[in-house]
């Protein structure tokens, strides 16, 4: 066989055509349960999570196959929407990896939660009295709560069973107001400022925590992207989206200096909603909006595109251009500039596009909550939750015809994951009912001990490869990091040792691939930066 085709036949093998088929599995938690449950395309329950206490949104699937899981913490001092204060890593088996508590007087993690490589990054809420929200130039119903907007953190887990928090922004430091000059952070014009937050751009935030609408932002949903080194979140009551550079320090990420794009915390693309920065423009996100997301960037369908679930909600109406009637999954499509590393605009306009790049109206839709995403195969999965929905279902791509579901799960928030999925293979032994899937056989995929040998295992600065027990030419050597992109490779060589410096690298688990005339061979390793 001919070695490049061969090298092509297994990489489009293993990345695409195993995802063509409706083929992977569904993970959610159904609202007000304490079991997470993963699901297969036959609808069969495979595994589950039984644990003590309820979640209260958001569970992830870990790529080495352990679940992360926000859960509701029994000494909460606040409360609001999506409450949880506290997070959890559970292990295949249910036994607890780390727990980590955010919840006191000040502050409480709520609603959604994002994977950064092995780290985890919370939403949470932070305290402002009244009269730091007033002298700050707010000019609306404070209540006698104050008011409580939202910040993340992000947690890296200690190894000794909790985590420690390793970064942080918060809305807070990136406020605006045109009302008062004496007070702090005042400019003559909002419009010029789009890169920060009017303080009085909501005024009548309904419900939340405390009462007067505590819960100011109601930030449901967030995303990260490695490849940016972004943040994407959601905001329901200001009906925008917005992204964030977490390529900064905590001390840049409070300032408008610093990181990849020179502009520290400070919003670098917001979307939806113009008016929010007094710009003109239709409001695109009529109302409720959850789950930002970027859509895979692997040669999918829409890559890189922008995602959110836009609800719609009670009272939207169909008429206007931008007026929808249901709940829909609209794609954007940024304007990023590479070069520049920053999202581009023309002066006096609002941030592009003017609407939507691509729309899909849902046959379920909710007025709150929900998730949607785009498979490798350009199908869409949608979970609409809430009044009236609560199902997780999958369309075709194309002809939005449904082809996988309506499965009636009940959850706030659930995703697909596909059979290549690290942590699914790595749950292998562990799946009740693993026929839907195609996993890689010893045939092409091989993982034997005595093929090859990596030390040290773990390692703090760099590794050895021994290969002389494969005893064929090499044709490649690739190392993917977690995420699936590559940071070595190298092509033919025939020595029996390798070194590689870690040096300048991610501290997580990496994989070696090494390719030869007639198998792919494979082994993992930690680097412990």
């Not at 890169?195 to 505590?214: A, E, V, Y």
């Not at 020179?262 to 008016?275: A, H, K």
């Amino acid at each position: 066989m001919n070695k490049q085709f061969f090298f092509f036949l297994f990489y489009i093998s293993h990345f695409y055509l195993s995802a063509q088929s409706f083929d992977g599995f569904a993970l959610f938690n159904s609202s007000g349960s304490s079991t997470t449950k993963l699901i297969d395309k036959n609808l069969n329950i495979v595994h589950e999570w039984n644990t003590t206490t309820d979640c209260n949104y958001t569970v992830l699937l870990k790529k080495n196959g352990n679940l992360v899981r926000g859960t509701k913490y029994s000494g909460n001092i606040l409360n609001g929407a999506a409450d949880g204060g506290r997070v959890q890593e559970l292990a295949p088996d249910g036994s607890i990896v780390w727990d980590f508590i955010y919840s006191d007087a000040n502050h409480l993690s709520h609603h959604d939660m994002t994977l950064i490589g092995d780290n985890v990054l919370l939403t949470a809420w932070e305290v402002k009295s009244a009269a730091e929200v007033s002298a700050a130039g707010y000019t609306g119903n404070i209540g006698n709560a104050g008011k409580w907007p939202t910040h993340f953190i992000e947690l890296e887990p200690d190894g000794n069973g909790s985590a420690n928090i390793v970064w942080e922004w918060h809305i807070w430091d990136h406020l605006c107001q045109d009302v008062d000059p004496n007070k702090p952070n005042y400019v003559t014009n909002i419009s010029e400022h789009p890169h920060l937050i009017d303080i009085n751009m909501i005024q009548n935030s309904g419900g939340g925590p405390g009462g007067g609408g505590g819960d100011w932002f109601h930030v449901n949903g967030v995303d990260y992207n490695e490849e940016l080194d972004q943040i994407v979140f959601s905001s329901r009551f200001s009906s925008e989206i917005y992204i964030i550079d977490h390529s900064t320090t905590t001390q840049e990420a409070a300032g408008s200096t610093g990181g990849n794009s020179g502009m520290g915390g400070d919003i670098l693309y917001r979307w939806g909603n113009p008016s929010n920065y007094g710009m003109p423009g239709a409001q695109i996100i009529t109302s409720a909006v959850h789950d930002s997301r970027w859509i895979e960037n692997d040669g999918r369908p829409n890559g890189g595109f922008l995602q959110i679930f836009n609800n719609c909600g009670n009272g939207c109406t169909g008429g206007g251009p931008n007026s929808q009637a249901n709940s829909t999954i609209d794609g954007i499509e940024t304007p990023w500039d590479p070069l520049t590393k920053t999202y581009t605009r023309n002066a006096g306009q609002p941030f592009g596009p003017s609407s939507y790049t691509t729309r899909y109206e849902c046959q379920y839709s909710s007025g709150g909550q929900s998730a949607s995403n785009r498979m490798s195969n350009g199908n869409i999965f949608v979970n609409a939750s809430g009044s009236g929905a609560g199902v997780m279902y999958e369309v075709d791509g194309i002809t939005e015809q449904i082809v996988w579901g309506p499965y009636p799960s009940d959850s706030q928030k659930g995703f697909r994951y596909e059979c290549d999925y690290p942590g699914i293979i790595a749950l292998k032994n562990w799946l009740s009912d693993t026929t839907t899937c195609s996993f890689p056989s010893n045939d092409n995929f091989i993982d034997e001990e005595k093929k090859f040998i990596i030390y040290p295992n773990p390692s703090s600065y760099d590794i050895n490869i021994d290969l002389a027990l494969l005893n064929q030419q090499i044709e490649g050597l690739f190392i993917y990091d977690m995420f699936g992109k590559i940071v070595f490779s190298q092509e033919h060589f025939l020595n029996n040792n390798f070194s590689f410096t870690l040096d300048g690298l991610k501290r997580g688990i990496y994989t070696i691939n090494i390719l030869t005339s007639s198998n792919l061979y494979t082994k993992h390793f930690s680097y412990l930066k």
